[in-house]
């Protein structure tokens, strides 16, 4: 035997503890056999089965939630889903220790036996119950559904319980995206009084894996690397173009609104969070709210926003509760559990909220915390606990009557000071009757229906024909119309899902002097002027800028904070000024559009 290391410790281990197992082993008589010694190592040694591969490769054992039926009972099955509900940590009696009458040989049987005992040394079948010695496990019961975004429409998530023992208690909570390998039983319903008692599908887990950290469901191979920085070395000299094309894939089918879906990007993509000496925590996400009038395409782009994210949740005003957007305490079998609402479930991802108007006002102020804070605290039915809220809010909401530009943001949406001070970048989309945009719009609009020569040689006729101003650069949008089509052909969208993912996991900006210089004098500038919009020009301002500057920053495919980023960031906070001198004559981002040179300019 080894002298040094593990074998050294292992001998002494067998000398310390099995010395007369050892003696007689060397005293037989035919030293060629092989003889057993049992070792007591450690009590409830699992072996956990860890799944790997596609659901592809095998169907049977990968089923989704809502395909589990009688043939998968008794099979390893592996289920991927959300946790929404997880129990309280109980002890439930895993083994007895019974003594035989007769003989009174000891021996341990499982506590829930549906066989008769009897032992090996003689026939009896008489026993007692040894009350002192038994073996316990920890037990937990939580609840997956089956992720939204892979249902089809009108289809309702399906739930399961899985059962969790021993180690595997208390390593996921609500709001974890979790694939769970073990296998299919049922159990009882819980007796209730006049209610026919059926056989439940149950999971008994036997290896969980969280996948919140890795984020599985983008994977980025290594020649699509390539590509994005094959892109950014083609438009080295104007990067500003580059960022156009990449903009132009997000909601191909909405014609302009170049403000909005640059707006869209950054709010995707992020600031960096920041984490001070005392562990006070600065988000690192920001929040976009679109004010407009009907029509405009606010609901379009919270559907695109929710297909780019890898974690989604879509809800409306009406629809939401406040209960529902945080956490709900549910009785179940006559304990209270918790089970996770909107927000927590989009951990990580973004939560789409339309008709953000039509809201209750206490069930607006339960969003507050989970806006800024990042956390949900929790204290209900004596259940009190903080839940973790990492995710993008992203609202739209129609303004209260005719939008009037001399009153505030407040007066307009009537959303509070406090709520609005929250959103990042607030965008007001009105719809002014102006007749050279109406004609490319529904140039656009019709060319996206024909899909034919005609219709774009209509489009072209069109901008040629009604181009008065050179305000909107229309021309050069004709002129380019070809080339443009190329480019967003580039970005489509499971490309733009997997670039935003690769930039907000891989660059982590710093701001340079120059930057920080032009957002502090903005930021100056804005305090001295708010008078009528004092919502919008709080210290919340200060951290929006830079947030949005970093967002450019790895939008731009780069891991410094330029001036160029800290001016884009300025201008996507005066776009929420709705009347502002900088951003065009109109202070309309409905009609903000792709320019030619936009890195002259």
């Known amino acids: 035997m080894d002298t040094g290391g593990p074998g050294k410790d292992f001998a002494k281990f067998l000398i310390n503890n099995h010395s007369d197992d050892l003696r007689s082993i060397i005293l037989s008589p035919d030293p060629r056999l092989h003889y057993p010694l049992r070792i007591d190592v450690k009590d409830f040694v699992h072996v956990r089965v860890n799944t790997t591969g596609s659901a592809i490769d095998c169907p049977e054992a990968y089923p989704s939630i809502g395909h589990v039926r009688v043939k998968h009972r008794g099979i390893l099955l592996t289920l991927k889903g959300t946790v929404i509900r997880s129990g309280a940590i109980k002890m439930i009696e895993g083994e007895r220790e019974f003594e035989c009458r007769k003989c009174k040989h000891r021996h341990y049987e499982p506590s829930i036996q549906e ?71 049922a159990k009882w319903s819980s007796d209730i009084k006049d209610v026919r008692c059926d056989l439940e599908p149950v999971l008994v887990a036997n290896h969980v894996r969280r996948t919140n950290e890795l984020k599985t469901d983008v994977n980025i191979p290594d020649d699509v690397i390539m590509k994005f920085k094959q892109f950014w070395s083609e438009f080295k000299d104007t990067p500003l173009q580059g960022r156009n094309a990449i903009l132009r894939g997000i909601c191909p089918q909405v014609f302009g609104l170049f403000t909005v879906k640059l707006a869209v990007a950054l709010t995707l993509i992020g600031g960096v969070q920041h984490i001070d000496v005392s562990g006070t925590k600065v988000r690192g996400e920001s929040h976009l709210l679109l004010v407009g009038d009907p029509g405009t395409g606010k609901s379009q782009f919270l559907k695109f926003a929710a297909k780019l994210s890898n974690r989604s949740v879509i809800t409306t005003g009406l629809g939401s509760t406040s209960a529902g957007l945080t956490v709900t305490a549910v009785k179940d079998g006559g304990e209270w559990m918790l089970e996770a609402g909107a927000l927590v479930l989009a951990d990580g991802g973004i939560c789409c909220i339309d008709e953000f108007d039509s809201m209750r006002e206490h069930d607006r102020a339960t969003i507050h915390e989970a806006m800024e804070q990042q956390t949900i605290s929790v204290a209900k039915a004596g259940l009190v606990t903080t839940l973790s809220t990492r995710t993008i809010v992203f609202g739209a909401t129609n303004p209260k009557g005719h939008y009037d530009p001399d009153q505030s943001l407040s007066v307009n949406t009537t959303l509070s000071g406090p709520l609005i001070s929250r959103f990042d970048i607030v965008l007001v989309l009105l719809d002014t009757k102006n007749p050279e945009w109406d004609a490319v719009v529904s140039s656009h609009i019709l060319a996206e229906v024909m899909a034919t020569e005609i219709s774009k040689e209509l489009l072209i006729y069109a901008m040629q024909h009604f181009n008065n101003s050179d305000n909107y650069g229309w021309q050069a949008e004709s002129e380019k119309v070809n080339c443009d089509e190329d480019l967003a052909d580039c970005w489509p969208l499971p490309m733009l899902r997997r670039y935003i993912h690769f930039v907000k996991g891989y660059f982590r900006p710093v701001l340079t002097k120059e930057a920080e210089k032009i957002i502090s004098s903005y930021y100056q500038l804005q305090r001295r002027s708010a008078t009528d919009n004092a919502a919008r020009t709080t210290v919340r301002m200060l951290e929006s800028l830079i947030r949005l500057a970093q967002a450019h920053a790895r939008l731009m495919f780069r891991n410094e904070v330029t001036r160029l980023d800290a001016i884009t960031a300025i201008l996507c906070v005066e776009s929420s000024m709705t009347t502002s001198a900088i951003v065009d004559s109109v202070g309309n981002a409905l009609h903000s559009n792709f320019t030619d040179n936009p890195d002259q300019e």
């Not at 180690?167 to 979790?178: E, F, M, Q």
């Open 115 to 185: 066989w008769e005992i009897r032992p090996k040394y003689c026939e009896s079948t008489s026993f007692q119950l040894i009350e002192d010695y038994k073996i316990c496990h920890d037990y937990q019961e939580i609840k997956i559904q089956e992720s939204t975004q892979i249902l089809g429409v009108g289809a309702i998530p399906r739930s399961v319980p899985v059962i969790l023992k021993d180690d595997l208690v208390d390593i996921v909570k609500a709001g974890d995206d979790v694939i769970v390998t073990g296998i299919l039983t």
